[in-house]
């Protein structure tokens, strides 16, 4: 006969294990001796042992008894069943070790690599890291609502980045926004260049308000996270409202004003 701290050792768990598994009512609890001590038979250690090799198995302890009392089909069954579970959660976890090694590189953790390729190119014209980073939190919005057709936008962007007056345009706000001036003079030549750029775009048809993707939620998120990041874009949109344009992403043209 065993004492509990025999039958711990003899199965390779601890003591206090053997007390959660009587508590829980996965092994039986013995009577105790004249001198008050539990003693365990060989029946015990076998109990204990198919209790162990299960438990760390990764089966659930509130399956254990079931599995115990089963027959063959029904135990294989029931193997089988949690051996797909946890093939499940392994690709679940191993998904998740991805995203948290994909953590060190700070916007490879949201962006598919198209957009980390244009950022970086971003700070190869000159813009600067809090104008990119403000980039890269508006791409966040838009690869959340368009994961599948992200990738589709970068060819466009990147091609954008060939205009002098788009680079122009990156380098003036990243002096703005490197800037502590309330109303830096330099809005007014960003403004500029915007309300060229969106007369051009007009001009190409790239404004489709018949396009059900230019009343998507995001172009609004957009437009907001724009005076959230810097309260002077505000200033920026009053500009651009009297060069005849609303709006930041989702631009609209403003009508003429009556005689």
């Not at 980073?133 to 589709?152: K, S, T």
């Not at 874009?233 to 992403?249: A, D, K």
């Amino acid at each position: 006969m065993l004492t509990i701290g025999q039958l711990a050792a003899y199965a390779g768990v601890t003591v206090r294990t053997v007390r959660h598994y009587h508590q829980i009512g996965l092994l039986p609890e013995p009577e105790r001796d004249a001198s008050g001590y539990r003693r365990y038979g060989a029946t015990a250690a076998v109990s204990l042992i198919k209790i162990r090799t299960l438990a760390n198995a990764g089966v659930p302890l509130s399956r254990i008894n079931q599995l115990l009392e089963a027959d063959a089909a029904t135990f294989t069954e029931a193997i089988r069943r949690i051996d797909s579970h946890l093939r499940d959660e392994i690709e679940r976890l191993q998904t998740s070790r991805m995203q948290i090694a994909q953590l060190a590189a700070g916007e490879g953790l949201t962006l598919p690599p198209e957009v980390i390729a244009y950022l970086d190119r971003l700070r190869e014209i000159g813009a600067s890291e809090r104008l990119v980073a403000g980039e890269r939190d508006g791409w966040i919005l838009v690869a959340a609502r368009w994961p599948d057709r992200v990738r589709e936008f970068m060819p466009g962007k990147l091609a954008q980045l060939d205009d002098p007056r788009v680079v122009r345009l990156y380098r003036v706000l990243s002096e703005i926004f490197d800037s502590d001036a309330d109303d830096d003079p330099r809005l007014a030549e960003a403004a500029d260049i915007i309300a060229y750029l969106a007369e051009q775009a007009y001009a190409a048809g790239a404004f489709d308000p018949a396009n059900e993707d230019y009343h998507d939620l995001p172009h609004d998120l957009l437009d907001a996270l724009a005076v959230e990041a810097d309260p002077r874009m505000q200033r920026l949109q009053e500009l651009l409202r009297e060069r005849g344009w609303t709006g930041w992403n989702r631009m609209e043209r403003l009508p003429e004003p009556s005689c």
